[in-house]
DNA sequence: GTAGAATGTTCTACATTGTAGAAACTTTTC
DNA sequence: GAAAAGTTTCTACAATGTAGAACATTCTAC
């Protein structure tokens, strides 16, 4: 149940860019709807070569309608339960932690 | 107010180690409660050059006890500034989505 | 007080992930 | 059918993640 391996950052957001993007998840748009959300500049090389990478780790699929320019991103299973995981994780590293009554240095 | 490049998933990890870990932040403490929390093994050699790292960013101060062989570590006020974007810019993300109700390919 | 065990830190080296931008390819527009 | 707009691929490098052995310090027992 637990795949090593943890997710990377930006791992993160591009799969949930392409998660919301749902139908239209092709490079670009996944960019713009990162760069929206976020409301940092993204890269689109940074975004394809995270794409091939989880592509390649099998969480995320691409494939081309027929003659077309677009190549389309889905997550897949495998993806769903590593981003589920990555935010357990963290959740319970942040429970009980308030930034805001901290006594800070300088 | 959006001082850039975000933080590594690892490096918030440790950061967020030394929190927990109040006073007792020391190295060995922090690796010792991030394996607690994430229930993942963690080199000792990682949480070093981690904050090693962060403290040359100026998210983290460390001192050492007079005469003393442990290292303290404490996380600064610019390191709050980040645990607080990194974690909004996150939020932001994941808003709206449920994995639990999601079509999947295989 | 000193040898050995236990605890802690530093160092080195390499793997993985993050990032940018130009080149190449497709589709659209005129 | 050529230029423009939109999209993907490629290349190269920077930053972060990771492991483990070497080194230093403290503790314990004798």
């Given at each position: 149940m637990t795949s090593d391996a943890p997710l990377g950052v930006f791992e993160e957001q591009v799969m949930l860019g392409v998660i919301r993007?749902?139908?239209e998840a092709y490079g670009?748009?996944?960019r713009r709807e990162l760069e929206r959300v976020t409301g940092r500049?993204?890269?689109i090389g940074a975004v394809y070569a995270t794409l091939d990478r989880l592509e390649a780790k099998g969480l995320v699929t691409s494939r081309r309608a027929p003659?077309?320019?677009r190549?389309?991103?889905a997550v897949m299973r495998p993806g769903m339960v590593m981003?589920?995981?990555t935010r357990a994780i963290?959740?319970?590293l942040w429970r009980g932690i308030d930034l805001a009554r901290l006594p800070v240095l300088a």
């Amino acid at each position: 149940m637990t795949s090593d391996a943890p997710l990377g950052v930006f791992e993160e957001q591009v799969m949930l860019g392409v998660i919301r993007t749902g139908d239209e998840a092709y490079g670009m748009n996944v960019r713009r709807e990162l760069e929206r959300v976020t409301g940092r500049e993204v890269s689109i090389g940074a975004v394809y070569a995270t794409l091939d990478r989880l592509e390649a780790k099998g969480l995320v699929t691409s494939r081309r309608a027929p003659g077309g320019a677009r190549r389309t991103f889905a997550v897949m299973r495998p993806g769903m339960v590593m981003l589920a995981e990555t935010r357990a994780i963290r959740e319970r590293l942040w429970r009980g932690i308030d930034l805001a009554r901290l006594p800070v240095l300088a």
